[in-house]
């Protein structure tokens, strides 16, 4: 998974000054074979803090009660304990690699710290590992509480807010409310989250969603609950945020099937109906940072980075074609 072009220019953007920041997401073809990490520099930032659905899951819905999980083989054989982790690759994903740039250990899932140490333990044990990050992401989460609701149990956008509220809070009894703020202020918040608002709700019309939301409508539904949320991480102290546009969802083979693609072409309604999505989210992003001049939010554009993969399969691996087969 070389995804190194993409980990350079998010830390050079947190690194260098402020104003409003954009980046081009060349997603990657397949996943390879990784050694056991070098010994880790000081780190760029304090801690990393991850929000998301399945492109960024470690583990959360391992403890839950659902269908997409990804706790069994083939899942993590290439991964570096050569074990399922929850992660949905056979290797590393993309906040394992930002995490290794920033010069952090792998971020733990938020439910696995709780577990571990009970939600009501306020000691500087039990905070150790989450002083470096936590990642709250869910399979078949989204934007809306209820989209992926038939695989079962998940952490939709909401709560994972909210169990980022609950950790402030945790930390702050730990450290006080002054260092955790600071904390928060330098540390990089990661969210990827939003295709299953579309994979598996509206464009399965679950409720009758299409009659009561244009395509452009249910746009500004998602992008204005996603701003609220943001505005909620920016309430505590959050500052630094990257912000991942959606893929292009049109091209999953789910939906050639479903639409009857003959040539493998993607389908254009879904895809621009994603394109929307993106602007929107991007222009709302933009807007933020006007509002709030000290905040600095990274939209990056994981969609035109797909279409080249998808276009230029050579180019990225034997196994390319096969690269968005799966989405949780």
């Known amino acids: 998974m070389a995804v190194a072009p993409l980990l350079t220019l998010l830390l050079l953007l947190f690194l260098s000054g402020s104003g409003p920041r954009r980046c081009s997401a060349?997603?990657?073809?397949?996943?390879?074979?990784?050694?056991?990490?070098?010994?880790?520099?000081?780190?760029?930032?304090?801690?990393?803090?991850?929000?998301?659905?399945?492109?960024?899951?470690?583990?959360?819905?391992?403890?839950?009660?659902?269908?997409?999980?990804?706790?069994?083989?083939?899942?993590?054989?290439?991964?570096?304990?050569?074990?399922?982790?929850?992660?949905?690759?056979?290797?590393?994903?993309?906040?394992?690699?930002?995490?290794?740039?920033?010069?952090?250990?792998?971020?733990?899932?938020?439910?696995?710290?709780?577990?571990?140490?009970?939600?009501?333990?306020?000691?500087?044990?039990?905070?150790?590992?989450?002083?470096?990050?936590?990642?709250?992401?869910?399979?078949?989460?989204?934007?809306?509480?209820?989209?992926?609701?038939?695989?079962?149990?998940?952490?939709?956008?909401?709560?994972?807010?909210?169990?980022?509220?609950?950790?402030?809070?945790?930390?702050s009894l730990a450290l006080g409310e002054a260092a955790v703020a600071n904390l928060f202020r330098r540390s990089v918040f990661f969210v990827s989250i939003g295709s299953n608002d579309f994979i598996h709700y509206y464009l399965r019309n679950v409720s009758g969603v299409q009659m009561r939301y244009l395509p452009w409508e249910f746009?500004?539904?998602?992008?204005?609950?996603?701003?609220?949320?943001?505005?909620?991480?920016?309430?505590?102290?959050?500052?630094?945020?990257?912000?991942?546009?959606?893929?292009?969802?049109?091209?999953?083979?789910?939906?050639?099937?479903?639409?009857?693609s003959q040539t493998g072409e993607c389908i254009d309604y879904i895809n621009n109906v994603v394109i929307e999505f993106n602007y929107a989210l991007r222009h709302m992003s933009s807007e933020f940072i006007s509002q709030h001049p000290d905040s600095m939010i990274s939209y990056c554009d994981t969609f035109e980075g797909s279409v080249d993969i998808l276009n230029n399969r050579e180019h990225y691996g034997e196994q390319s074609n096969r690269w968005f087969c799966h989405h949780h």
């Open 26 to 171: 060349a997603a990657t073809a397949n996943s390879t074979s990784s050694p056991s990490p070098p010994p880790r520099p000081a780190p760029l930032v304090p801690a990393l803090f991850v929000i998301g659905d399945s492109t960024a899951d470690v583990g959360t819905n391992n403890y839950l009660g659902t269908l997409a999980r990804a706790d069994r083989e083939p899942y993590g054989r290439d991964f570096d304990t050569h074990r399922p982790t929850g992660r949905f690759s056979n290797g590393r994903i993309p906040v394992d690699y930002i995490a290794e740039r920033l010069g952090l250990p792998f971020v733990p899932p938020y439910l696995e710290q709780n577990m571990r140490t009970g939600a009501a333990d306020v000691g500087l044990t039990s905070i150790d590992g989450m002083i470096q990050g936590v990642n709250y992401a869910s399979a078949a989460a989204g934007i809306i509480s209820s989209s992926g609701s038939e695989l079962g149990m998940h952490v939709s956008l909401t709560q994972q807010v909210q169990q980022v509220e609950d950790t402030y809070e945790q930390l």
């Open 219 to 260: 746009n500004q539904l998602l992008v204005s609950t996603m701003r609220q949320e943001i505005k909620n991480l920016y309430d505590i102290n959050v500052r630094k945020v990257i912000l991942m546009g959606l893929p292009p969802v049109g091209c999953a083979p789910h939906f050639l099937e479903e639409y009857g």
